[in-house]
C-alpha cells in the first residue's frame, strides 16, 4: 500500500496546481509522427512475431480471425492477446511496448511499398511471373511442371515458409527455384485458401522432387477490399506517432537579441489580458507543506521538490540566479536528494529533465558527509561524472542510447533468457550465465600464436644475438623494453625479442614489396630478426590435384619456384647473407621509375640476382682458411650453379620437392590460404592482412606485441637469462602446433553450412531430451566424474576411411589431455551414414553400445581406438557378432553390458537410437548425409563433404583449437567454473535433462549423474550464449562489470523495484547497472529509460551515482524530456506518444531543440510561434504551445570501401558517385563517397530501392562486390554479405524496413586495368577541357527530377530547356535562417539579390532550421518574384564530433558539407547571410575568377579604429598561424563546387574539423575559424573588401561603395540587429515594409483558401493512388524540393514521394501552374 502511496501524492500535489496560480503555468507538447499513411497494430504484432520466431509467425497468421463485434478499443486487447498465444511470457512485454512504440510500422510500410496491386483486390499472388487473384488458377497453375524464374523478386528479410527460410531464399537466389509471393491480410478467406494452396504445395515439392518453390508472404492491407474487419484496420485511421527521441528546452543566451520586434506588441497584450502573477500570503501557494510532511514524513524529499517547483514557477529568471560558491556541491546535493527519496527513479527524473528550476533550493540542502566520502572512495575506481549502463552485464553506450535499438536489445535478451531456461538451471545460474558475456574476449588469427619450431623451412637473414658487428652498440639487457621510448622507436636490444617471418610468394607484387621492406629494415638496423618462408601457390594447388613428384616438374619453370629454389640454394649454401644480397639485387635499381605500376618479377631478373649473390658470396670463400668443401663451392661458376638450378643436380638437387615441401608446410600450420599472396608470421602471432605495404604491417605487429613482451619481461618470466626469449614466450603464451583458420572462421553467409553455429535450445525438434540424455560420452583419463563444459560430437560414418581417421584423431586427442582438474573436452559419437533408412553395420553398433557403458570408460578410448587403427581387426569385425565380444573381451570391458546390447532383442532399439541420431545430424545440424564433421557445443565444422566440396586433414592439434574458441568465443571457461560452483553449493538441473537413460540401453544401472547433468547443461548453455555474440564486448569495454560491481552503495546507491503485484516474485528477465551522474546529459535521457524498464519489463535496477564534484558552472541549462511508449488504457490502444513540459520559466526565453536519433531526420510541420526564440507568456490564455515534427526520411549511410585497392588512399575511394532509384527510376537521389572512412548518406524511405555505381567514370572503373543492403540490422547482420544482385555488377539492393535507418557496408573493387586509376583524377583525359567538364565526364546525367520535371515557380520561356544548374547565366545563392526574426531577414535578402540582379536566380534554403510558415512561405514569394528555390539538407554524420548548441550547428552547416549538400550536377554556389543587404549585381561575383582556389572569402575590413582590441587575427595565436595571410568573414563567399569536390576540399575541412572541435576553446566562431585555419593546404581566394562591409568593423568612409551590408554584431554596444538594421541602411525599412506586406497577404490567401487546398489535396490523393511506387522526392544528397502548396506536409520532401511525384507530375503539374499564376497575380 506504501508503494501506491508513494506514486500517487506527488501526482495529487501537482493536480492541485491550476486552481493556486492565478497566472496558469504555461507549457510545450511536442510531438513527432511518420511521413507514410497508418499502418495496421495487427500487421505490426505479426512483424513482431517474425522476428522473434518464424515459427510463431506462421501459427499467428493462419490462426487468426477477426473478432465479431469489435470495437478499436477492444481490438487492441484482441490483437495483443492473439499474438501473446505464441510468445513466453518475457516476450509478450517486448511485444506491447512494440506495438505501442509502432516500432514495426516501417517494416509494414516497405512490404506495402513492394506491391503493384489493382484496388478492390483482397488477395494476390505473383507466380513465375504471373499474378493470380483467384485461387483455381493458382490451383492450376501450380500443378504444372514448375521452371526457374527470378520473378518475382524476394529479399532477405522475406517471410518464407519453409523448415529454414534462410536455405530457401538462397535456393532462389542461386536462380534453381521458383518464387510465389502472397499479399494479402491474414485472417481473411482468401488469404487462408491461397495460403494453403502455397504451403501444400511447397511441402509437395520437397517430397517429389522437381524445381523448388520459394513461398513468401507480404501481409499488408489491401485497399478497397471488403473483407477487412475493424480489428485488421486498427492503426491505420491516422498517421502513425512515434517514441525515441528527446526534446530540450535550452534557455537561451540573449546577449544579442534576436526577437523579432513586429511580436512585442502582441505579446504584451496578451500578457495583459492574462493577467499577472498572483500568489497569496500563505506557506508556500497555499500548500501547507510542513503539515503534509508530518502526516507523510516518508515522502519528505518528494514534497521538498514540489516545493522547488512551486517556488520556480512563481519566479523570474533573475530570482534563480547562483553564485558561483553555491554551485560547489550541486552534484552532491542533488545525489543526496535523489537517495533519500521514496521513489528515487522517479525524483531522478525530475532533478535531471527540470534542474534549472530546482538548482537553487538544492543548493541550500547540507552536504551528507558520508555520501561524500562514498562517492570520493568510488570514483577511484571510475572517473568523477562518468556514465556507465550494463544491461544483464553487457555494457550499453549511454551517449547513443536509442529506443528502437534498446528494444532490439532487449527483445534479444529475452529471448536468450528464454532459450538459457531449457537448460533447466536454476535462475540465479541463468543470470550469472548472462554475465559471463561481458567477460569473453574475441578470438581470431591475431590472437592465436603457431610454434614453427625447428624453423627447417625458414630463410633467417639476420641474427641480433650472433651478428655483433651489425649491432654495435645495441644492449644486451632484456628490462630496456621497459624503458620509455618516443613514439615510433624500438629498444635498441641485441636479442632476439621480435622474431618475424614473411610467408611470401617472391614472384608476385606483393613479394617484391615484402623483399624491399626487409632489405630496408636490416639495413636500417631494426632490432628485429627477419626470415622468409618462400611459398609456391600455384605447385601447391597442382599437387592436390595430381601428386607431388608431378607438380614439383610442372613447377620448376615458374617465377615463383625459380626465386624458391634460388633462395633455398643459397641459404643452404653460403647462409643468410648470400640470401640478403640475392633480395637485395632483386629490388628495382630505380625505385622511383613506374612507381605507380606493380612490380613484376621475370626470370631474367631472378638470373641476374642469383648469379650476382652467387659470385659475391663464392668470392668470400677463396680465403686461405678456406676449407676443400668451400673451395669446392667456389670454384662452381655462377652460370654453371645457375644451370643446376634450372636443372635440379648438383647443389640444387632436391631443391624443387623443398620448396613444394614448404608451401605444403605453411598450408599445413594454417599460414596461408589458398587465396592469400602471404602473411606474416611475429612471435607466433599471424597477420594474414599486411594492408598499407609489409612495412607497415611489420610495425603494426611489432607494437601490437610490445605490451605483451613487457609484461612478462615486468613479471620476471622473461629474464637476462633466458637462453630462447622466442621459445619461451611461445610456451608462456601456449603457442598451438598448427592454426586451421576454417576452425576460427565466422560464416560470410547464412546459407554456409560448412562452418556453422546452432543453438541446442530445444526449440522444435533441438535436442535438449530424449536422444540427448542416451547419448554415451568419451571423457579424458581420470575425469569421468568432472563436469565438462565442452563437448565434442564427432558426426561420422565409421565404415568410411574419413570416418575413422576423424574419430581416431578425436581420440588421440582425448587420451593425450590431462586428466581431473585440466580435462578440456568430453567427446560424443554421432552415426552419419550415406544412407540412413539402411540398417546401421555391426561397427556403428558396437560403438553406440560401448560409449554407453557407465562403468570401466577409461578402458573405451583405448578399445576404441585399437580397433579403428588396426585394418586386419576392422576386417575381421566384419558382421560377425563373435569377432566384436571377442575383442570386446580382450580389451577388458564389461562383457556381459556389451553382449546384451547387441544381441537380437536390443538390435531394434540400439538401430532407432542410430537412427535418431543421423536424422538429427542432417536434419538439425546440417551435416550432408555420409559427411564426417565436429560439432563443438553446436558450432558445425565439417571436415569431409563431397556435397559441400570440402575435404582436409583433421588433427590432434585443430581439436585444441576448437577447445581454445570454445573457451574464448562460446563462454566454456567461465560456464564450468559456474556449474563446479552450482554443484558445490548443491544446486543442479531438473526436468527432461535428470531424467536420464544413460547407460539403459547396455543394461547397466544409473549412477549419480548430476555431474553429466551439469556438462550437458553447460553444453547447452555455451552453444545458446554463441549464437547472441559471446564476444561482442570491445576490449576498451571489458572489466566495466567488475569495476561497478565493486562500487560502494550504502550511501549513493539507488535501487528500483517494478510497480508491485504477484509478477515481483519471478525473476525478472532485465537486470541493469547503471553508474550515472545525476546532473548530466546522459542522465536526463537515461533516467526515464530506467522508469520505464522498471514498469513495463519489471526490471531490476540498480543506480550508483556518480555526480561530478568541485562544480564551477550550471552543469545543466536546458529542460528536457524523452519520448517513450504510452501505456495501454485497460487493454485499450495507447495515446500517441509526445514530450510534455509543465510550468517552464515563463519569462525567459527558451530554444526548442530536437534530439533526433542518427538516423532520423526530422522538421517541424506545425508550430505557431517562433521555436528559437519562445517566450511562453506570449501564448496568453494558452495554457500550451503544441509543436508537431515530422519524421521526413530515414537516412541510409554506410561505409564504401575497396579492399582490393592498391595504394593506401584509394582504399577509401573518394569521389566515386552513388545513385540511389527504384527499377523504374534508378537515379533519385546521388551523393559522393568521402574519403572520412568512407562514408556515404542518402536519404530513404521504407521499401525496396537500387544502389548503383553512378553511370561515367565511377562505373568504368569500379564494379560492386559485395554489399550488406539487404541485411538487418540485428547482431552480427555485418558478417552477412550479399553479392552486388539484379544481374548487375555496378548495383545493389538495400532494403529499407526499420525505425533505425540503414547503416550498410559497400564493397567495391576495381575494374581490370584500372587498379592504379583515381575516379578524380583527371591527368590522362586526352581531351583538353575545362576543369568543369573533366569533372562531368563522371557525373550522371541530368538530373530527371529537376525543376523542369518537377514544376518551377519561374515560367521559364520555350527556348530555355535547360534546368537552373545547366543554365550558365542563372546565379545560385544558399542560405541558412533560424527563427522567425533571422527568416524575416532572409526575406529581405532575397528582395534584395533580386532587386539588383538581373540574371535568373535560383535560392538554396538550407532546410534544417526553417520553419513551417516559411517553408510554406518561399514557394508563393518565388512565384510572385519570379526566383527559382530549392530546400537541402544533411543530416550530421555519425563520425563528427557534433555540436550542441543549435547556432554552431548552423555554423557547421554553412561549411563542412559543401561537397555533397547540392546536387552533384551543382558547379557554383554563393553562401549569403541572412541578414544581409544586397546592393551589387552578383553576377559580377558569380563570374569572378578565383584563381583555382575551391572558394573566395572577403578579408575583415581594417577601418572602424574603435575594434582594434577585437581583432583577435592581429595576435597571439592566430597571427603566428596565419603568417601574413588574411583572415576572412564567413557571412558572403563563393564555392566553386567542381574544384572543391576535385581536391577534396571538404574531406581536409573535416579533417581539420575533428581535430580541433573536441577542445572546447578551439573554434569559437565555427564558420569562420574553420576555413581561415585550413587555408593553408584549402587556399581561400580573397575576395574584394567591397563585396562584405559591415559597420562594426569597417569605417563609414567605404560604406558607400559596398556590394553588400551585413548587420554584424557588435560586441562594443550589443545593438538589437533590427534597430541597427534601421540605422545602417537605408533602403533597408522599406524592403522590410515590402516583404512584411507580402507575408500578410499570402497568409491571409492561405487561410481563405484552406478549403481549396483540401480539395486539390484529396486530387492529388486520388492521382497518388493510381502511382505504381512510392519513393521520396529529393534528388540529390541535399534535400531537393519542389514548388508544392499548401502546409508543410504537403511540401514533398521525403524520398518516400519522389518517385510518386515524378510519375504523377504530368497529371498535376498544370493544376499547379495554373494556380501559382493566380496568385502571383494577386
Given at each position: ?1009 548430476s555431474v553429466g547433468k551439469l556438462s550437458n547443461a553447460a553444453m547447452l548453455a555455451s552453444s545458446i ?43 525478472s528477465y532485465l537486470h541493469v547497472d547503471v553508474v550515472l551522474n545525476p546532473l548530466s546529459k546522459a ?289 545560385h545563392i544558399f542560405s541558412v535562417a533560424s527563427g522567425h526574426m533571422y527568416e524575416r531577414l532572409q ?336
Open positions: 500500500m506504501q508503494k501506491n502511496t508513494i506514486w500517487t501524492v506527488p501526482i495529487l500535489l501537482l493536480a492541485l496546481l491550476r486552481p493556486v496560480f492565478a497566472d496558469e503555468p504555461k507549457g510545450v507538447t511536442v510531438s513527432l509522427r511518420v511521413k507514410w499513411p497508418g499502418t495496421s497494430v495487427l500487421l505490426e504484432a505479426a512483424e513482431f512475431l517474425a522476428s522473434e520466431n518464424s515459427n510463431a509467425f506462421w501459427s499467428f497468421i493462419e490462426t487468426w480471425q477477426e473478432p465479431n463485434n469489435e470495437v478499436d478499443g477492444s481490438c487492441w486487447g484482441a490483437v495483443y492477446a492473439s499474438a501473446s498465444q505464441h510468445l513466453s511470457n518475457g516476450t509478450c512485454m517486448s511485444l506491447q511496448q512494440a506495438l505501442a512504440a509502432r516500432q514495426y510500422t516501417a517494416k509494414v510500410e516497405m512490404l506495402r511499398n513492394l506491391a503493384e496491386i489493382p484496388q478492390g483486390s483482397c488477395c494476390q499472388v505473383e507466380l513465375a511471373g504471373q499474378v493470380f487473384t483467384e485461387a483455381g488458377q493458382l490451383e492450376a497453375a501450380l500443378q504444372k511442371e514448375l521452371q526457374p524464374c527470378s520473378e518475382p523478386q524476394l529479399y532477405a528479410f522475406d517471410h518464407i515458409y519453409s523448415s529454414d527460410p534462410q536455405t530457401s531464399y538462397s535456393i532462389w537466389h542461386a536462380n534453381n527455384a521458383t518464387a510465389a509471393v502472397l499479399y494479402g491480410t491474414p485472417g481473411t478467406a482468401c488469404f487462408q485458401h491461397l495460403h494453403k494452396l502455397l504451403k501444400d504445395a511447397v511441402t509437395r515439392q520437397y517430397t517429389q522432387g522437381g524445381v523448388p518453390l520459394t513461398y513468401a508472404v507480404r501481409p499488408m492491407l489491401l485497399e478497397g477490399c471488403p473483407q477487412l474487419g475493424p480489428c485488421s484496420l486498427l492503426g491505420t485511421g491516422e498517421v502513425p506517432h512515434l517514441a525515441g527521441y528527446g526534446v530540450e528546452m535550452a534557455i537561451k543566451n540573449m546577449e544579442y537579441s534576436a526577437l523579432d520586434d513586429s511580436q512585442v506588441a502582441a505579446a504584451k497584450q496578451a500578457q495583459q489580458e492574462a493577467g499577472g502573477l498572483e500568489g497569496g500570503p500563505g506557506e508556500v501557494k497555499g500548500f501547507l507543506l510542513g503539515r503534509l510532511l508530518e502526516r507523510k514524513p516518508e515522502l519528505e524529499q518528494e514534497l521538498l521538490t514540489f516545493r522547488d517547483h512551486l517556488l520556480a514557477a512563481s519566479s523570474s529568471s533573475s530570482d534563480q540566479t547562483l553564485k558561483v560558491w553555491d554551485l560547489k556541491d550541486l552534484g552532491l546535493q542533488a545525489s543526496q536528494r535523489i537517495a533519500q527519496a521514496g521513489d528515487p527513479l522517479r525524483l531522478l527524473t525530475d532533478i535531471s529533465q527540470n534542474f534549472p528550476t530546482l538548482a537553487a533550493s538544492l543548493s541550500r540542502l547540507p552536504a551528507n558527509a558520508s555520501l561524500a566520502a562514498e562517492v570520493r572512495t568510488n570514483q577511484r575506481s571510475l572517473p568523477a561524472g562518468a556514465n556507465v549502463m550494463l544491461l544483464n552485464g553487457l555494457p550499453v553506450d549511454v551517449t547513443s542510447l536509442e529506443l528502437y535499438q534498446l528494444m532490439d536489445r532487449i527483445s534479444a535478451e529475452v529471448r536468450l533468457t528464454d532459450m538459457l531456461k531449457t537448460t533447466e538451471l536454476q535462475a540465479q545460474d541463468i543470470q550469472a550465465l548472462l554475465q559471463l558475456r561481458a567477460s569473453s574476449k574475441s578470438l581470431d588469427s591475431s590472437s592465436i600464436r603457431i610454434d614453427l619450431a625447428p624453423y627447417s623451412h625458414v630463410h633467417w637473414l639476420n641474427n641480433l644475438e650472433k651478428d655483433k658487428k651489425r649491432y654495435r652498440g645495441f644492449s644486451r639487457t632484456i628490462t630496456d623494453l621497459l624503458i620509455p621510448s618516443f613514439p615510433g622507436n624500438l629498444p635498441s636490444i641485441a636479442r632476439n625479442v621480435f622474431n618475424a617471418v614473411f610467408v611470401v610468394d617472391l614472384g608476385s607484387a606483393h613479394g617484391i614489396g615484402v623483399a624491399e621492406a626487409v632489405v630496408r629494415a636490416i639495413g636500417s638496423r631494426w632490432p628485429v630478426r627477419l626470415g622468409l618462408l618462400p611459398i609456391v601457390p600455384e605447385a601447391w594447388l597442382k599437387s592436390t590435384q595430381k601428386g607431388a613428384t608431378e607438380a614439383a616438374a610442372q613447377q620448376a619453370t615458374s617465377v615463383s619456384s625459380q626465386a624458391a629454389q634460388a633462395m633455398q640454394v643459397l641459404d643452404s649454401t653460403f647462409g643468410a647473407a648470400a640470401c640478403l644480397a640475392f633480395l637485395s639485387e632483386l629490388l628495382p635499381k630505380d625505385p622511383h621509375a613506374n612507381a605507380d605500376e606493380p612490380a613484376t618479377l621475370t626470370s631474367a631478373q631472378v638470373e641476374r640476382a642469383f648469379t650476382e649473390a652467387w659470385e659475391t658470396a663464392a668470392g668470400q670463400l677463396t680465403n686461405p682458411k678456406a676449407s676443400p668443401d668451400d673451395l669446392e663451392v667456389a670454384a662452381i661458376e655462377p652460370e654453371d650453379a645457375w644451370q643446376q638450378l634450372q636443372d635440379s643436380t648438383g647443389l640444387a638437387a632436391g631443391a624443387v620437392l623443398q620448396t613444394l615441401e614448404a608451401t605444403r608446410y605453411a598450408h599445413s600450420k594454417g599460414l596461408v590460404t589458398a587465396d592469400q599472396e602471404g602473411s606474416l608470421w611475429l612471435n607466433g602471432l599471424v597477420f594474414g592482412d599486411v594492408l598499407g605495404g609489409p612495412q607497415q604491417a611489420l610495425m603494426r605487429g611489432i607494437f601490437a606485441e610490445m605490451q605483451t613482451l613487457q609484461e612478462h619481461v615486468y613479471y620476471q618470466a622473461i629474464q637476462d637469462d633466458t637462453p630462447d626469449i622466442l621459445a619461451e614466450l611461445l610456451r608462456l603464451e601456449g603457442a598451438l602446433q598448427r592454426y586451421n583458420p576454417r576452425i576460427l572462421e565466422k560464416p560470410s553467409s547464412p546459407d554456409r553450412h560448412d562452418v556453422r553455429q546452432y543453438a541446442l535450445d530445444g526449440e522444435g525438434d533441438k535436442p535438449t531430451g530424449g536422444w540427448l540424455s542416451q547419448l554415451g560420452y568419451l571423457y579424458p583419463p581420470g575425469a569421468e566424474d568432472t563436469i565438462i563444459a565442452i563437448t565434442h560430437w564427432v558426426c561420422v560414418d565409421p565404415n568410411t576411411k574419413a570416418g575413422q581417421g576423424l574419430l581416431l584423431a578425436a581420440l588421440d586427442h582425448l587420451q593425450e589431455a590431462p586428466a581431473a582438474e585440466g580435462a578440456a573436452a568430453r567427446v560424443g559419437v554421432l552415426y552419419n551414414p550415406a544412407d540412413a533408412a539402411a540398417d546401421p553395420s555391426l561397427l556403428a553398433r558396437l560403438l553406440l553400445a560401448t560409449t554407453q557403458l557407465t562403468s570401466r570408460r577409461p578402458k573405451i578410448a583405448g578399445f576404441l581406438t585399437a580397433l579403428l587403427s588396426d585394418p586386419a581387426q576392422l576386417t575381421q569385425l566384419g558382421s560377425s557378432y563373435n569377432s566384436a565380444l571377442e575383442l570386446v573381451q580382450k580389451s577388458g570391458l564389461n562383457l556381459q553390458a556389451v553382449g546384451r546390447a547387441l544381441e537380437d532383442a536390443q538390435l531394434p532399439q540400439l538401430n532407432d537410437q542410430l537412427k535418431a541420431q543421423a536424422e538429427l545430424t542432417q536434419k538439425l545440424l546440417k551435416v550432408p548425409a555420409g559427411s564426417s564433421a565436429v560439432v563443438t557445443n553446436g558450432r558445425v565444422v565439417v571436415v569431409e563433404s563431397a556435397e559441400l566440396g570440402v575435404s582436409e586433414e583433421f588433427g590432434t592439434e585443430d581439436f585444441g583449437l576448437l577447445e581454445l574458441y570454445a573457451n574464448s568465443q562460446q563462454s566454456a571457461a567461465g560456464i564450468q567454473a559456474l556449474l563446479e560452483t552450482a554443484l558445490t553449493e548443491g544446486r543442479a538441473v531438473t526436468g527432461s535433462l535428470a531424467d536420464s537413460e544413460y547407460g539403459e540401453a547396455v543394461g547397466e544401472g544409473d549412477e549419480d549423474m550464449l554463441a549464437t547472441h555474440g559471446a564476444a561482442e564486448v570491445s576490449e576498451r569495454n571489458q572489466g566495466l562489470g567488475q569495476a561497478v560491481n565493486a562500487l560502494q552503495g550504502h550511501y549513493c546507491a539507488i535501487t528500483g523495484h517494478s510497480g508491485g503485484g504477484a509478477r515481483d516474485t519471478a525473476p542522465a536526463q535521457r537515461v533516467a526515464p529509460i530506467l522508469e520505464w524498464l522498471r514498469s513495463s519489463f519489471h526490471a531490476s535496477i540498480k543506480v550508483y551515482l556518480n555526480p561530478e564534484r568541485e562544480l564551477s558552472d550550471m552543469p545543466l541549462k536546458t529542460f528536457y524530456r524523452y519520448v517513450l511508449p504510452e501505456p495501454s488504457p485497460a487493454g485499450g490502444m495507447p495515446q500517441p506518444p509526445a514530450a510534455v513540459f509543465k510550468s517552464l520559466p515563463p519569462h525567459q526565453i527558451l530554444t526548442l531543440n530536437f534530439d533526433a536519433p542518427e538516423m532520423w531526420l526530422v522538421e517541424p510541420v506545425v508550430a505557431e510561434h517562433d521555436l528559437d526564440n519562445l517566450k511562453l507568456e506570449q501564448l496568453g490564455n494558452s495554457p500550451t504551445l503544441s509543436a508537431e515534427y515530422e519524421l521526413e526520411a530515414l537516412m541510409l549511410t554506410g561505409r564504401c570501401m575497396d579492399l582490393h585497392a592498391r595504394r593506401r588512399e584509394l582504399v577509401t575511394p573518394r569521389g566515386v558517385q552513388l545513385h540511389l532509384g527504384s527499377h523504374k527510376q534508378p537515379h533519385l537521389q546521388d551523393t559522393l563517397v568521402m574519403s572520412n572512412l568512407g562514408y556515404f548518406q542518402l536519404k530513404s524511405a521504407p521499401g525496396a530501392w537500387t544502389l548503383q555505381l553512378a553511370p561515367g567514370r565511377s562505373r568504368e572503373l569500379y564494379h560492386i562486390e559485395s554489399s550488406t543492403g539487404t541485411v538487418g540490422n540485428r547482431i552480427q547482420a555485418e558478417a552477412q554479405v550479399e553479392a552486388a544482385t539484379l544481374n548487375k555488377d555496378y548495383q545493389t539492393a538495400v532494403a529499407i524496413g526499420s525505425l533505425q535507418g540503414k547503416d550498410m557496408l559497400l564493397r567495391i573493387t576495381k575494374r581490370p586495368g584500372f587498379e592504379l586509376d583515381d575516379v578524380l583524377d583527371s591527368a590522362n583525359d586526352e581531351k583538353s577541357e575545362s576543369l568543369w567538364g573533366r569533372l562531368t565526364s563522371w557525373a550522371s546525367k541530368p538530373n530527371p527530377l529537376s525543376e523542369s520535371a518537377l514544376g518551377t515557380g519561374v515560367q521559364r520561356s520555350a527556348q530555355k530547356q535547360l534546368s537552373p544548374e545547366e543554365d550558365p547565366d542563372t546565379i526575406k529581405i535578402m532575397i528582395l534584395s539579390v533580386i532587386r539588383t540582379t538581373k540574371n535568373p536566380v535560383k535560392f538554396w534554403f538550407i532546410k534544417n532550421y526553417m520553419s513551417p510558415q516559411m517553408k510554406r512561405f518561399v514557394p508563393e514569394m518565388a512565384a510572385h518574384y519570379n526566383f527559382h528555390y530549392q530546400f537541402v539538407t544533411y543530416k550530421w554524420p555519425s563520425f563528427l564530433h557534433k555540436q550542441t548548441e543549435k547556432q554552431r550547428l548552423i555554423w557547421a552547416y554553412k561549411i563542412l558539407f559543401l561537397d555533397v549538400l547540392f546536387p552533384l550536377n551543382l558547379r557554383k554556389v554563393i553562401f549569403c547571410d541572412s541578414d544581409q543587404v544586397v546592393r551589387g549585381n552578383m553576377a559580377e561575383l558569380w563570374n569572378m575568377d578565383l584563381k583555382g582556389a575551391p572558394f573566395g572569402f572577403t578579408p575583415f575590413c581594417d577601418n572602424n579604429k574603435d575594434m582594434e582590441g577585437f581583432r583577435f587575427w592581429k595576435q597571439g595565436f592566430w597571427k603566428e598561424h596565419l603568417r601574413g595571410k588574411p583572415y576572412h568573414i564567413s557571412a558572403l563567399f563563393v564555392v566553386d563546387l567542381a574544384r572543391f569536390r576535385q581536391t577534396a576540399a571538404g574531406d581536409q575541412l573535416r579533417v581539420v574539423y575533428e581535430q580541433l572541435s573536441k577542445d572546447p576553446n578551439s573554434l569559437s566562431n565555427l564558420d569562420q575559424d574553420l576555413p581561415n585555419y585550413a587555408q593553408h593546404s584549402v587556399p581561400i581566394h580573397s575576395l574584394p573588401m567591397e563585396w562584405l562591409w559591415c559597420e562594426t568593423w569597417c569605417g563609414n568612409s567605404t560604406k558607400e561603395y559596398a556590394k553588400t551590408i551585413d548587420l554584424c554584431n557588435n560586441p562594443l554596444t550589443k545593438e538589437p540587429k533590427l534597430q541597427g538594421a534601421r540605422r545602417i541602411v537605408s533602403e533597408w525599412p522599406a524592403l522590410d515594409e515590402e516583404a512584411r506586406s507580402f507575408t500578410s497577404k499570402v497568409e491571409a490567401q492561405m487561410i481563405m483558401s484552406l478549403e481549396s487546398f483540401e480539395s486539390q489535396n484529396q486530387q492529388q490523393a486520388e492521382i497518388q493512388q493510381d502511382a505504381a511506387s512510392t519513393m521520396p522526392s529529393d534528388a540529390n544528397p541535399g534535400e531537393l524540393e519542389s514548388h508544392s502548396d499548401g502546409d508543410g506536409g504537403d511540401i514533398p520532401t521525403t524520398l518516400q514521394y519522389l518517385a510518386q511525384q515524378a510519375e504523377i507530375n504530368h497529371a498535376f503539374q498544370e493544376q499547379v501552374k495554373s494556380q501559382r499564376q493566380e496568385k502571383s497575380e494577386l
